[in-house]
């Protein structure tokens, strides 16, 4: 055979090849699936527990619940926010919201520190070292505050004054926010394990181990805890012994990336988590079995918020979605100034975002129109305790009152934004 027909032959085979890996890529990873009504319960509605009647609540672990369903309603609270009545400066990197209860707020400082600042003035109470630099939010328990750190150590505070009372060790960096569950925290670590430690003994209760590292923090409904795991599978796991009762693969075969750094959010009998293939999942809390999944343009890193019977939540491609909360379709998409890589929060009818460019979005959960922005933020994002707004920027945290509250017991009014340097 002359070399030019070789050369020719060669030629053609490989872009064959080329269109088959192609379409198999694109079978594996390019398609979305929608949804029923199976295992899906309309009445299980989010964030109805925490401020029926307005006033002021705890938002004292990740995500505000251990649904980890990112939604608070009947605060009353609408924006837009004025300017913030004082403005605390971390001097480093806030990678995760701040926890508040009762009249403080906890805030994580990446390059190892944990600070508690008063509520209202933004005064620093205490500001203590951590075992090592910090990825993950801090819970609250009683007098207590957790936080673990990225040399693997998972430590309590005394709230009190910021001394340390006890520590657990894992065999890897922890990134994963811990959960309270019936006295003691649970929590994912690099090492391939969840671990559940009792409040009281300060033993490890039990562990559970997946094929990857467990990064997002776990969401509880009932007695079963649910984690994203780096393999693609979000696990369902037994609150009370730790045994694994079924996990549900998202990553599809031929699919590229499908690791799942996000928190799932329980709601309406489902658990929903974004992956790093860029699509969302609505899985079945009781089955496992995949009920919906719908694309973005790139990584979904943020953890969704559920509220109204949709999904909310930030990609890498610079867009912010809602997908119904059923079935999966877009129920609009909004434009951002840059990608999204933290997670949602819906208060009342808005939902707020930050992006990587330093806005901060509050959008209309009906239609996505734009109700409020500012010019701080980037992955913490935006909490409320009813009466105050908290807004955590790349390295400093704002404090606003909130527009339809009443002059909160101590606050620090003034003509013009108080601001608190430390």
Known sequence: MPSGV???????????LVVLIGGLIWYGAGRDRRGDSSEYVASAVPGMSSAANGGRFSWATWGRSAARDRSVHGTGIEPPFESPEW???????????????????????????????????????WDTRTAGPVSSAPLVVDDIVFIGTREGVMQAFSVEDGTESWRVTTKGPIESSPLHVDGRIVFGSHDRRLYSVDIRTHRIVWTATGDAEFKGAPARSGNVIYAGNYDGNLYAVRASDGVVLRKTQTRREFAFGGSLFSTPALAYGRA???STD????????????IKWVSSTGDWVYGSPAVAEQRVYVGSYDGSFYAFDARTGDEAWKFE??????????????VVYFSTLGGTTYGLDIKTGRVRWSTDSGRTAGLVTDGEWVYLAGDSELRGYVA????????????AGASVNES
Not at 336 to 349: C, E, L, N, W
């Open 336 to 349: 951002a100034d840059d990608r999204v890589a933290g997670s949602a929060t819906v208060i009342d009818d």
């Open 278 to 289: 860029g699509r969302v999942y609505a899985i079945g809390a009781k089955s496992g079995e």
């Open 6 to 16: 070789r050369i020719a032959s060669f030629a053609i085979g490989m872009l064959v």
């Open 87 to 125: 403005t605390w400066d971390s001097k480093d990197h806030i990678p995760f919201s701040p926890a508040v209860k009762g009249d403080h707020v906890f805030v994580p400082v990446a390059e190892g520190r944990l600070a508690m600042l008063d509520r209202s003035t933004g005064d620093e109470v």
């Open 403 to 414: 527009t339809s509250a009443q002059q909160p017991t101590g606050a620090r009014r003034s």
């Open 272 to 274: 929903y988590v974004g």
